[in-house]
Every structure is written in C-alpha cells, then in structure tokens.
C-alpha cells in the first residue's frame, strides 16, 4: 500500500506484483477482475517478455472492467547494453493499443514516479464523473447539517422554545 497526492486528492494505491508467471495465472485473473488501473511490463532486455505482452492484453481485455486504465512499461532501462528491445517498438505496441509508454528502471528509479502518477491521474480521470458526484454530494450533506443547525438555534431570547428535530 501506497498513498500519493494528484491534484489535490490523496489516493491510496495498492500494487500486487504478478511477476508475469505462468503459475500465478489462476490467482492473476481474480485481480484483474477489482483494478483500476493495470501496468503491463515487459524486459527491454528479453524479446520473449516482449512477445508475451500480446498475451497479458489479451487476457486484461477478457478479465479486467471495462474501462480499466493501461500503461506499457519497459523495464530495465539501466541496461541499454543488454536491450533486445527498442524504444520504439514499445513506443508503436503501446499506440496500437491506445496506452501510454514507460522506459523505467527499478534498479536506478528511472521513470518510476512518474509512471506511478500517471496511472493514478488516468484511473481519476475515469472515475471524474464519480468523484465530482462524490464531492457534490459531500458539499450538500455539510450544507444541509449547517442548515439544519442554523434552524436548530432559538431565535429569540435564551428562554424561548428550541425546536426539535426527532
């Protein structure tokens, strides 16, 4: 768990890290099923993890909400010596697939915050309409308490008869 502020709201994140195994497959399904937002990662060092992207969009299409919020990440961007992947074959992947593109590096923290915050500033994004309902109905029930307060006082002296509200 995680808590980081955008644009004023303080949202809580929480990461489950599947690590792309084939053995945590069952259990994935099931998460995709409650999130919000999703990163799909691959290895700019292995062509394989990259092939398996195909197969990890697949299955957030068929298990996730609708309307989840995606963004391809390239991790290990610290080791350009060893990439088998370029920049732009991610960078064209994640436009096929209407997402957003990260090179990052877990090792030197490249990119890790601001991928982090723009998965939350998208997922908010989704959820606008919600939140703003949200605030409208927060700000009304704090104006009628007031309200109900102000009615609640006397109006005249001390001694007069409070109004009840049971």
């Known amino acids: 768990m995680k808590t980081i502020e955008v644009d004023g709201i303080k949202v809580r994140i ?4 599947t690590a792309g195994q084939e053995r945590y497959q069952t259990i994935t399904k099931q998460y995709y099923r409650r999130a919000q937002g999703i990163f799909l990662v691959y290895d700019i ?3 394989r ?3 398996h992207i195909m197969k990890w969009v697949s299955d957030v299409d ?3 909400p609708e309307g989840v919020q995606k963004i391809l990440i390239g991790n290990k961007a610290d080791e350009e010596q060893k990439r088998q992947v370029g920049r732009e074959q991610g960078q064209q992947l994640a436009k096929e697939y209407g997402m957003d593109f990260y090179e990052t590096s ?3 923290n490249l990119n890790i915050k601001e991928s982090f915050t723009r998965l939350t500033e998208l997922v908010l994004q989704a959820h606008r309409k ?3 309902g949200l605030r409208t109905r927060a700000s009304n029930e704090l104006a009628l308490a007031e309200l109900e307060e102000e009615e609640g006082k006397p109006e005249g002296p001390a001694n007069s008869s409070k109004t009840c509200w049971c």
């Not at 929480?14 to 890290?17: A, E, G, L, V």
């Open 49 to 51: 993890s990259y092939q």
């Open 45 to 47: 060092s292995s062509e």
């Open 106 to 108: 877990a090792c030197t």
């Open 14 to 17: 929480q990461i489950w890290d």
């Open 130 to 132: 919600e939140l703003d």
């Open 62 to 64: 068929e298990y996730a």
